[in-house]
């Protein structure tokens, strides 16, 4: 009988796999961030969207995601990469050549009529990516083949108020050619999904396989409809890791069963599909011209050896990194295997189907498409459509329609089909030129930094959702970033209010309020743990109410499963504030009326979450750490929450609610200083004297204001950080993330001179020479090259995790405003009453400044079999650089743990046994 696994060995095995440290290979020129090495390499370098229908482009030119109805979720492209060391240097990442979407040419030469085809994507084509403006969301891939003599201009492009993703095609052949006839070949391998669930975010990319339903062809609109309706093969609960999805297939379902499918019939129902099928997603995928030949298929991807790799590669990352043990035994990484499930056979035997359907990429080989009109289970599907040439230019497009229904994708199909496509992207031109040229953007950001700031806001209006004003960290799938998470939003609406947008921060405060936790939450057994009592009630196990998730859906369903982030909900408290100074007159007296009752909810909350023995805050996660801490980020942001909050009390004349919070954040600074600060060398990240140094020392200056500017038990911190990632971002040290949490603080803090330079000029680095050239985008973690082998870290940069990492971004951004405005923070000062912390000894005395007194272990906990037993467990610190969203620490870092928590342990239970 196998061992029975606990949950805590799966969290702290997601948690090593999710930590954003690179590590060392020597057979790469590069050290490849170690998140990255359990979810695979993120293949997108620029995206697109209108908040609802949101796309991601690769380097390529291939398109390998696809989201709707908002950036957060669907994705419905079936595609996924490796996750071994040197994905980066294999084609696609390592995806296989059946997943995404991509085109070619299929074309004949003069004197030889046999068709043949070269895909954009192969050797043959000398391939750049770029967008078609600094100030336009249009995005632009040249592919050019001198044998051929053509040139392809391939633009794609995603309108404001219709859900289309339209590629034009301008194709240019030059005078010496000898190609001629031509025709696009458009490959789409899509896998319609409408499956999500609370805190397992992953359903898009891991069961891709299990996802799919059908697609037809519709004789009558000239289009593949790749559809899933919503009341079939939806995944209610964490059984769709391990099991398959039955789907019922409905009326083609039952014509698959012969043989040889009457094509009448296919057309009949195809024609009326909403009468036979519900709601859900459909995808009308046809061209302008029409196509002339298609190909509906079995997709024979073997998405189940991509599984498959993924889990061999997990397991070895011990021998590949043997200075980092893994804390749980390799079979977890098993329950993730297809094992015995085929995802094109399943269906078929659990309907009967008889019918077979080649593989629409197989078949498009040979340039002839075969005609078959309708395949279920795992499907693809190819369109051909011609050029005609006129003077050596030719031009087509090929467009991908969604709608809820049959009948709203074909509407949306229609209106495409009316439009004249360069008016159409003029429109979109004009309207994104709109937008950036009404955000303020200092004058002093010039050349390619400004570039780089533009993209940054462009970038987070494709991740923003149009109904609620959630921004996903980055639209990836891999890793599953696809989240709002309160803490990046923090700092998303700093920057938003700052470059002018205060209608989508006010939106976007509104969308916090409707999530905040309303009653306490049942953790969830094998994805939680328990709270480790509450400081009024030991025995108590809920997640408390009045305070925020890990992060979130942007229709506000729960996403992550580390359920109790303090700094979270306290910097959200301070969000709220902040963006009271960007309102004026009664829009401002509206505001604070409306989001009043939630400020104070969450401040009462911070207050009461207090450790009686010592005057910290109580056990609580930090900056995604699974584990329970009293660490340094909680308390520094704890501060600034409740005395944010209480001088808005102050504004409203509730004097006495202010003079509470107050008294509780003067305890609290002096508990911090108490446990944390050690004279002559600075601040801990956490209180026990055992740990190393950590935490966030500088967000005690801002943006908590624990400390005011240039004290000198914070200063020597800020500088010894912007020395560290300023050798980061120059090609010192083999790369980094998050080198601006700092510059920002210094930017502000500290006086003019060589010192503070050192914050703009890591900003100016990350935008101008480690930014993608061309999309001016960054990855949440950044590795130098060492091409050569000479040892230097001089030859390039390569950008990864979750590229465009909306954050990091945001984060350039604001540390130039704060280098060269900094009295442009804090606006809420000149509105809000001051206020006086006072001094208050902790319990027990204020100890002095000797941080020496020992608060006990971290609290991590193993969900007993009553999902009530909690076996304490002792965790390093958080990183000080941690990335907000867990893919940084040397500890139990949790944020993209849900991932890997899902995608490896949650069911580890219900197998190993």
């Keep these: 009988m196998t061992p029975r696994l606990h949950i805590a060995s799966v969290v702290a095995l997601a948690s090593v796999l999710v930590t954003g440290q690179a590590f060392a290979n020597e057979d790469l020129p590069y050290e490849p961030p170690f998140i990255e090495l359990g979810l695979g390499a993120t293949n997108i370098e620029t995206t697109l969207g209108n908040g609802g229908l949101t796309a991601g482009v690769s380097q390529d030119g291939d398109l390998t995601m696809i989201s709707w109805p908002s950036p957060s979720y669907f994705d419905h492209m079936h595609y996924m990469t490796t996750n071994a060391p040197d994905a980066r240097q294999r084609p696609r990442f390592g995806a296989q050549e059946g997943m995404g979407a991509f085109a070619g040419l299929a074309y004949t030469v003069q004197g030889d009529s046999t068709a043949q085809v070269s895909f954009f994507r192969s050797e043959d084509w000398q391939t750049t990516t770029k967008f078609v403006a600094e100030d336009v969301g249009v995005v632009e891939t040249t592919f050019e083949n001198a044998t051929l003599g053509i040139t392809v201009r391939q633009l794609d492009l995603v309108p404001y108020e219709h859900d289309v993703f339209i590629r034009r095609f301008l194709v240019t052949r030059d005078s010496a050619s000898t190609v001629d ?428 979450w207090r450790d009686p023995e010592t005057g910290l805050n109580w056990y609580a996660n930090e900056d995604d750490h699974a584990v329970y801490t009293q660490g340094l980020q909680g308390s520094s942001t704890t501060y600034g929450a409740l005395v944010s909050a209480a001088r808005v009390a102050k504004y409203r004349g509730e004097d006495d609610l202010a003079d509470k919070w107050l008294h509780r954040a003067g305890e609290l600074k002096a508990a911090t200083i108490k446990y944390m600060h050690v004279p002559g060398e600075g601040f801990r990240g956490h209180p026990d004297p055992d740990e190393p140094g950590g935490g966030s020392p500088h967000w005690l200056i801002w943006p908590t204001h624990m400390f005011p500017h240039g004290d000198e038990r914070v200063a020597p911190q800020i500088s010894s950080g912007l020395d560290k990632h300023l050798a980061d971002v120059s090609g010192e040290t083999p790369g980094g993330q998050y080198p601006t949490k700092v510059a920002i603080s210094a930017a502000l803090a500290l006086p003019e001179g060589e010192e503070r330079d050192k914050a703009l000029e890591i900003a100016t680095k990350l935008a101008t020479e480690i930014a993608n050239p061309h999309t001016y985008t960054i990855g949440e973690h950044y590795s130098a090259i060492d091409s050569d082998g000479d040892g230097e870290w001089d030859d390039g940069w390569v950008n990864g995790v979750s590229t465009p990492h909306l954050w990091s971004m945001a984060l350039v951004y604001l540390t130039a405003v704060a280098y060269h405005h900094p009295d442009k923070f804090d606006a809420y000062d000149a509105v809000l009453p001051q206020v006086t912390v006072p001094e208050v000894e902790p319990p027990g005395g204020s100890g002095g400044e000797d941080a020496g007194g020992d608060v006990g272990a971290d609290v991590g906990g193993d969900v007993g079999a009553d999902a009530g037993e909690v076996v304490p467990s002792v965790q390093d610190d958080p990183d000080p650089d941690g990335c907000g969203c867990g893919s940084t620490g040397e500890g139990v870092p949790g944020g993209v743990l849900m991932v890997l928590v899902g995608a490896l342990g949650v069911v580890v239970r219900r197998r190993l046994v």
């Design 181 to 608: 006839t031509a025709s696009i070949l458009a490959y789409s391998n899509l896998s319609p999904n409408l499956s999500k669930i609370p805190q397992v975010p992953l359903l898009d990319a891991l069961i891709d396989h299990k996802n799919d339903y059908l697609a037809v062809w519709q004789e009558t609109q000239k289009a593949v409809m790749h559809f899933h309706p919503g009341d079939t093969g939806v995944a209610q609960n964490l059984g769709a890791i391990l099991q398959p999805l039955d789907r019922d297939f409905g009326a083609l379902g039952e014509l698959l069963e012969s043989q040889t499918p009457d094509t009448a019939q296919i057309d009949t129902i195809a024609a009326d599909l909403d009468s036979h099928y519900a709601e859900g997603v459909y995808i009308a995928v046809s061209s302008m011209p029409e196509p002339v030949e298609f190909q509906i298929g079995e997709d024979t991807t073997d998405s189940c050896a991509m599984i498959d790799e993924l889990a061999d590669n997990i397991q070895v990352l011990g021998e590949r990194y043997p200075d980092k043990s893994l804390p749980a035994p390799p079979q977890v990484a098993d329950t993730v295997r297809c094992n015995d499930f085929d995802p094109l056979e399943y269906p078929r035997t659990q309907n009967g189907w008889t019918y077979t359907a080649q593989d629409a990429l197989a078949d498009a080989a040979d340039g002839e498409l075969s005609g078959n009109r309708l395949a279920g289970g795992q499907v693809n599907a190819t369109i051909k459509f011609p050029l005609t040439f006129d003077a050596g230019e030719a031009e087509a497009t090929l467009v991908y329609a969604f709608g809820a229904t049959a009948q709203a994708a074909s509407d949306e199909l229609a209106w495409v089909r009316s439009q004249d496509m360069q008016t159409v992207q003029d429109d979109i031109a004009q309207k994104d030129k709109a937008f950036v040229d009404g955000l303020w953007i200092p004058e002093e950001i010039t050349g390619e930094m400004r570039k780089f700031v533009k993209r940054t806001f462009l970038n987070m209006r494709v991740g923003t959702d149009r109904e609620t004003g959630a921004i996903v960290a980055s639209v990836s799938r891999q890793p599953s970033y696809q989240l709002d998470w309160p803490r990046d939003g923090a700092f998303f609406n700093i920057a938003l209010d700052l470059a002018g947008q205060n209608e989508l921060v006010t939106k976007r405060m509104r969308f916090y309020s409707d999530t905040i936790r309303d009653t306490p939450a049942r953790p969830v057994a094998l994805l939680n743990q328990p709270v480790p009592g509450w400081p009024d009630d030991p025995s108590a196990r809920d997640f408390p109410a009045d305070s925020w998730e890990m992060n979130y859906y942007a229709d506000g369903m729960t996403g992550g499963n580390i359920r109790l982030e303090i700094d979270n909900t306290a910097l959200l408290v301070w969000a709220y504030v902040y963006h009271i100074g960007h309102l004026e007159g009664q829009a401002r007296e509206d505001y604070i009326e409306q989001e009043w009752p939630t400020i104070k909810r969450a401040a009462d909350w911070l207050h009461s």
